[in-house]
């Protein structure tokens, strides 16, 4: 039986995952077991419907079979999720539904606003092309209610029926390409109190485990696995690898844990990033276009840079680069006309998109002298006659066009490769990889 989750939470506390671990809880209570890893999945980050984590949450429950292995731990007891298992049985699927529903409602922030819990309940994977539409654009919420119900699933919520996209969502995440996340959650007492985690056993624990990512923030010294809102998440370690979250998290010195579990992600996919021809892009998706630079960038107020980009398919694209991103806006104020690019980011209302990278694929190798051409003649440099007259020699005479300004080779301001905005502006979905070593970027970017 798959459960999936989503908007228990409010601007004021509490946390979809939280509730997904007290479903689990329950579920030890009525003899279920857990099959396979809880599902943490991030939708679209442009909806402007999102709630705080943009997240939805979803597990399979059953009775396993065969070998399990610990993925958290509950009231100090191992939570053990089996590979695989039999299904319930059609009244036992019945009660957990009707269980889970419970404990969904009063794990949610019912009465405060922007909580409007929903839960989906399926004996079968829902059809992946629900995660995609939701991971991509924008979701209409009646069409994909009456699909799921069509399929069979139960469908429940209060208030506001959104949820139900994100918890079809999760459920049918086909999960092929992934990320882990193993979350601490504070004790109950220690709410609204400041949290502690040291900042030093978070570095030693990312070079001890390099497949951790976001973790710290160099450049702004901003310490990213936790939380700055009233949620009951003490931390969460992101790693590319199962083993290396779950062995990070006790070397991290912090406050007493109360809980943990890991979960199987989204992060750091790329999943949510459409290569298409740009007129046939809507707002509110996030792109990948190719081309080339158009023109000089312009910086804009507070240190945003926009520049225009000719795509493949003759669209002509502004493209802005914030400045929290740091690294994005330095970038493109080194770029020159004809500059190859791939660039991704949000389509906005003014068919602007905001950029979330910067590939480089080549760079013009040649530009104009800002000097004057010399003359063979007389051995001396040129004058100008003013902007676009030209050039005249002060011992002959001899004229020049504005073109015949000498070419010089260019050295590039930085590296071919990919740019991705410094750790604490980059999106839970962005796609990770190696990244070139700038020295001059990394230092301007503090």
Same mark, same amino acid.
């Given at each position: ?186 004790? *109950? ?40 809102? *009233? ?16 062995? =990070? ?14 979960? =199987? ?66 970038? =493109? ?114």
């Amino acid at each position: 039986m798959w459960i999936g989750l989503d908007d228990t939470d409010s601007p004021r506390g509490g946390c979809t995952t939280h509730v997904l671990t007290e479903l689990v809880r329950a579920a030890r209570s009525e003899r279920i077991d857990l099959l396979g890893l809880p599902r943490l999945v991030r939708l679209n980050p442009n909806a402007p419907w999102k709630t705080r984590g943009n997240a939805a949450l979803a597990a399979r429950f059953g009775h396993g079979i065969g070998r399990a292995r610990s993925i958290g731990s509950i009231d100090g007891q191992a939570v053990r999720a089996f590979g695989r298992g039999r299904e319930l049985s059609d009244r036992a699927g019945r009660d957990w539904v009707e269980r889970a529903w419970e404990v969904v409602r009063a794990g949610s922030r019912l009465g405060e606003p922007g909580t409007d819990p929903a839960m989906v309940a399926a004996r079968r994977p829902l059809p992946a092309d629900l995660y995609w539409e939701a991971v991509r654009r924008w979701v209409a919420v009646e069409s994909v209610r009456d699909r799921v119900e069509r399929l069979g699933a139960e469908v429940r919520f209060v208030g506001d029926p959104r949820g139900v996209v994100g918890a079809s969502a999760a459920i049918a995440w086909p999960g092929r390409r992934r990320s882990y996340e193993a979350i601490a959650y504070r004790r *109950p007492d220690l709410l609204g109190r400041p949290r502690t985690v040291e900042r030093a056993s978070v570095e030693r624990a990312q070079r001890r485990f390099p497949s951790l990512f976001l973790c710290t923030d160099p450049r702004t010294r901003r310490l990213l696995i936790a939380p700055h809102t *009233p949620c009951p998440i003490l931390f969460g370690l992101r790693a590319m690898r199962a083993t290396d979250a779950v062995r =990070a998290l006790p070397t991290l010195r912090s406050e007493p844990i109360d809980r943990w579990l890991l979960f =199987a992600t989204n992060q750091g996919t790329g999943d949510h990033i459409v290569e298409l021809p740009f007129p046939e892009a809507a707002v509110g998706m996030t792109v990948a276009l190719e081309g080339t630079v158009a023109g000089a960038a312009a910086v804009l107020a507070g240190g945003h840079a926009r520049f225009p980009l000719t795509a493949h398919d003759g669209s002509r694209v502004p493209c802005i680069a914030f400045e929290p991103t740091k690294i994005l806006p330095r970038l =493109a104020q080194r770029l020159v006309v004809g500059d190859r690019l791939r660039v991704w980011g949000s389509v906005s209302e003014d068919r602007s998109v905001r950029l979330e990278g910067i590939q480089v694929r080549a760079w013009v190798r040649r530009l104009p002298r800002r000097g004057a051409p010399r003359c063979s003649a007389c051995r001396r440099g040129a004058r100008s006659l003013g902007r676009l007259r030209g050039y005249r020699c002060p011992g002959c005479g001899r004229r020049w066009p504005p073109e015949a300004g000498a070419w010089r080779a260019r050295v590039p301001p930085v590296p071919r490769g990919t740019y991705h905005p410094t750790p604490s502006a980059r999106r839970h979905l962005a796609p990770r990889g190696p990244e070139p070593r700038v020295r001059s970027l990394a230092a301007s970017a503090v």
